[in-house]
């Protein structure tokens, strides 16, 4: 039986393709352990702790005060954490009110309105995430006529 030149050639580049690949296939790489991670993130602040990063993202958000404010629930997966986070888009009235995460568990994290006077992103410390959780507001002037304020919340998530 003869083999012609051509077909011995494309089986050996073949075998030793294969035999090259096995000897130099790049090494595993593992993602960086998280600072903190459920549970063990709660009271922590998520810009510190490095959960806020580009793995962070809004669940879910509503705006208050006329749309000067925006308070958003954020998850972090790499952290399974939650917390609240404010943007003010325009000046805010200093009325007293203030925002928080809270989970199923019962873990919260408040932040107190009347130190919201300028833009820029306000945030609570985190609550554990792998439960579902919620952001919430209670200010005088989008939720007025109560006393304490009624609550303007995000569904759980």
Same mark, same amino acid.
Not at 72 to 96: F, I, K, M
Not at 101 to 114: I, K, L, R, W
């Given at each position: 039986?003869?083999?012609?030149?051509?077909?011995?050639?494309?089986?050996?580049?073949?075998?030793?393709?294969?035999?090259?690949?096995?000897?130099?296939?790049?090494?595993?790489?593992?993602?960086?352990?998280?600072?903190?991670?459920?549970?063990?993130?709660?009271?922590?602040?998520?810009?510190?702790?490095?959960?806020?990063?580009?793995?962070?993202?809004?669940?879910?958000?509503?705006?208050?005060?006329?749309?000067?404010?925006?308070?958003?629930?954020?998850?972090?997966?790499?952290?399974?954490?939650?917390? !609240?986070? *404010?943007? #003010?888009?325009?000046? $805010?009235?200093?009325? @007293?009110? +203030?925002?928080?995460?809270?989970?199923?568990? %019962?873990?919260?994290?408040?932040?107190?309105?009347?130190?919201?006077?300028?833009?820029?992103?306000?945030?609570?410390?985190?609550?554990?995430?792998?439960?579902? !959780?919620? *952001?919430? #507001?209670?200010?005088? $002037?989008?939720?007025? @006529?109560? +006393?304490?304020?009624?609550?303007?919340?995000? %569904?759980?998530?």
């Amino acid at each position: 039986m003869r083999i012609h030149m051509p077909v011995l050639v494309t089986v050996a580049a073949l075998a030793l393709a294969a035999a090259g690949s096995a000897m130099v296939a790049p090494a595993a790489r593992a993602d960086p352990t998280p600072p903190c991670y459920g549970a063990s993130c709660n009271g922590k602040d998520p810009e510190s702790m490095g959960c806020a990063g580009s793995n962070a993202f809004t669940v879910a958000s509503f705006n208050i005060d006329y749309g000067v404010v925006t308070i958003s629930l954020r998850y972090s997966d790499w952290c399974h954490a939650n917390w !609240a986070v *404010a943007t #003010v888009h325009n000046q $805010v009235p200093a009325d @007293g009110g +203030e925002f928080w995460v809270q989970n199923q568990n %019962g873990n919260s994290a408040y932040y107190g309105f009347d130190t919201l006077s300028d833009y820029g992103n306000y945030w609570t410390n985190m609550v554990n995430g792998v439960p579902l !959780a919620r *952001a919430c #507001v209670t200010d005088d $002037v989008s939720f007025p @006529g109560t +006393e304490p304020p009624d609550p303007g919340c995000t %569904g759980w998530r």
